[in-house]
């Protein structure tokens, strides 16, 4: 085998192998928006999620890994990905959910 037959194979396989891919739009933009969001405030957060559920409302709303067409004016005024405001929508729903669990609990151990 010569040099350039092995480097052809290391490509070969390199391309086929889906743990040399990266990582994932998503998942990218998943740990952004927990670390931001974690940081809000109360009122922040809901001002935000106000204008992602009206960005994400609407019909002609794509949620695309990079085409930054969204703009959030509450966070940075700066236009988003849609896939990036899909993810920032539910990482926010979570943390509600997270919130009224710690809610609950905080009721319940009263």
Same mark, same amino acid.
């Given at each position: 085998m010569? /040099? @350039?037959?092995?480097?052809?194979?290391?490509?070969?396989?390199w391309r086929?192998?889906?743990?040399?891919k990266g990582v994932s739009p998503?998942?990218?933009?998943? /740990? @952004?928006?927990?670390?931001e969001a974690l940081r809000w405030t109360e009122q922040e957060r809901r001002?935000?999620?106000?204008a992602v559920e009206k960005i994400v409302g609407v019909n002609d709303f794509v949620a695309d890994a990079y085409h930054r067409r969204y703009r959030?004016?509450?966070?940075?005024?700066?236009?988003?990905?849609g896939e990036s405001?899909?993810?920032?929508?539910?990482?926010l729903a979570e943390l509600d959910r997270y919130d009224k669990q710690e809610d609950l609990h905080d009721d319940a151990s009263r």
């Open positions: 010569t /040099i @350039f037959d092995s480097l052809k194979e290391t490509l070969r396989r086929h192998d889906p743990a040399s998503t998942y990218s933009y998943r /740990i @952004f928006w927990v670390k001002q935000i999620r106000e959030l004016e509450p966070f940075d005024g700066q236009k988003h990905a405001i899909s993810v920032l929508h539910d990482v």
